[in-house]
């Protein structure tokens, strides 16, 4: 499977002949365009026409980020997977009310479900969540009654406070203490790791979008309107607790991230160059773990159950199959 590459070094990306090279203080590194789907800047980076030009043939997506280690955008190559068919297909889940709100239930409840997947993982290693599995399994109950997009949205935001809660209880450090979800800006450790990891799994899914048939701007559960990308933050949903948090609580409980890898300014808290390094080694082991599928009767890493996650949409959409969202098992 293709790789992502990551730049975090200012410098300029080039195109020489069929190769693509990044010039920066630490000299010249060659990337191999056959094994690469994606490159995530972070740093000054220098480009090109002559360099979009080639991504595009080579069908690789350029993501942006700013200063502070956040998705700014995406330079996203000509729709080679192109369908007037499925966007069609979409459109017509969207507009009917009946349809999305059936689609926007499935991601909930698949988020929510490996919410619990990931409480109960740390309940049975000697954490007290008890009660947090109590009060997130009675509101998962309550999803199928609820008649609006708003009215899931409401369940959903109070099934994640709880969850949210109940991170001081599995990460044991008052250095990472968790008070309240705070977004734009990030004004805590621990918040500032959970918006960069959701970031990088938003983006993780849209180049996995970009693999198929879907339009990425038209969503489901997050309203399709003037943003840039709204289906993979749908299908992120039910991937974040496995992915990200995951990857947070081992970081932090093997003390691999420090204060000294973060930076605040104003009373908003960012990862530093080096947090963001050691945050994207452990994402990227997570995406390329496995575990073994029911149906396939082999081990598939994280990064192509996304795929096949969108795969499943597809079917959903054309009549297919009804969309099951995708359930951990460990």
Not at 58 to 84: K, M, Q
Not at 311 to 316: A, C, D, P, V
Request: proline share 2%.
């Amino acid at each position: 499977m293709k790789e992502t590459i990551y730049v975090f070094s200012h410098g300029e990306l080039k195109r020489q002949a069929n190769t693509l090279y990044f010039e920066g203080e630490k000299g010249r590194k060659y990337i191999p365009v056959e094994n690469t789907a994606a490159l995530m800047i972070f740093g000054e980076v220098t480009i090109n026409k002559k360099l979009l030009e080639f991504l595009s043939q080579n069908e690789i997506l350029l993501h942006f980020f700013n200063y502070y280690g956040y998705y700014v955008g995406t330079y996203y190559p000509r729709e080679h997977y192109n369908s007037g068919y499925m966007i069609l297909k979409q459109a017509e889940h969207y507009i009917d009310d009946s349809k999305r709100l059936g689609l926007a239930r499935k991601f909930i409840e698949g988020a929510s479900t490996n919410i619990l997947r990931v409480l109960k993982y740390y309940n049975a290693r000697d954490s007290e969540l008890g009660s947090s599995i109590a009060e997130i399994e009675t509101l998962q109950a309550k999803i199928p009654m609820q008649n609006g997009i708003a009215e899931l949205m409401a369940i959903e935001g109070n099934i994640r406070d709880r969850y949210y809660s109940a991170f001081n209880a599995i990460i044991k450090d008052e250095r990472f203490y968790f008070d309240r979800r705070t977004k734009r800006p990030p004004r805590s450790k621990l918040n500032s790791l959970i918006s960069f990891g959701n970031s990088l799994l938003y983006v993780a899914v849209l180049g996995e979008i970009y693999k198929t048939h879907l339009d990425p701007r038209i969503g489901f559960l997050h309203a399709t309107n003037f943003r840039r990308f709204s289906l993979n933050l749908d299908v992120a949903e039910c991937f974040k607790p496995i992915i990200v948090d995951r990857a947070i609580f081992y970081l932090l409980n093997k003390q691999m991230l420090k204060e000294t890898h973060f930076m605040t300014e104003l009373e908003k808290v960012y990862l530093n160059e080096k947090g963001r390094a050691v945050f994207v080694r452990e994402f990227e082991e997570k995406l390329k773990s496995t575990i073994k599928h029911d149906k396939l009767k082999r081990n598939v890493s994280y990064r192509r159950l996304i795929r096949m996650e969108l795969y499943k949409l597809e079917k959903h959409l054309m009549g297919e199959a009804e969309y099951k969202p995708f359930v951990a098992r460990w």
